[in-house]
Nanobody, 119 residues
């Protein structure tokens, strides 16, 4: 059973930054892909960024140039650095893991962390 725990969300002003963390139970080497998604009220959950075991990354247009995904194998943690935040970034942010091929999403989700950006 995979457990994922997100943290780092909160209230930020427009133009500000936050760093989200996703801590996994056990080694993140197990996963082919770890991704960050978000879901705003009334909207579908969307992929923001993902990192593959070979180091390749994928970003959604909404994330390019502002968000950065990274990982720390020693801490079994994946991060999402959020810069230049906008009010439309307000959402619950989730991490997800995938064992198989492709970019996901896989079967395992964290509980999410709320990000609220004020104008």
């Amino acid at each position: 059973q995979v457990q994922l725990v997100e943290s780092g969300g909160g209230l930020a002003q427009a133009g500000g930054s936050l760093r989200l963390s996703c801590a996994a139970s056990g080694s993140i080497w197990r996963f082919n892909v770890i991704g960050w998604y978000r879901q705003a009220p009334g909207k579908q959950r969307e992929l923001l960024a993902a990192i593959r075991s070979d180091g390749n990354t994928k970003y959604a247009d909404a994330a390019k140039g502002r968000f950065t995904i990274s990982r720390d194998y020693a801490k079994n943690t994946v991060y999402l650095q959020l810069n230049t935040l906008k009010p439309e970034d307000t959402a619950v942010y989730y991490c997800n893991t995938l064992y198989g091929q492709g970019w996901g999403p896989g079967d395992y989700w964290g509980q999410g962390t709320q990000v609220t950006v004020s104008s």
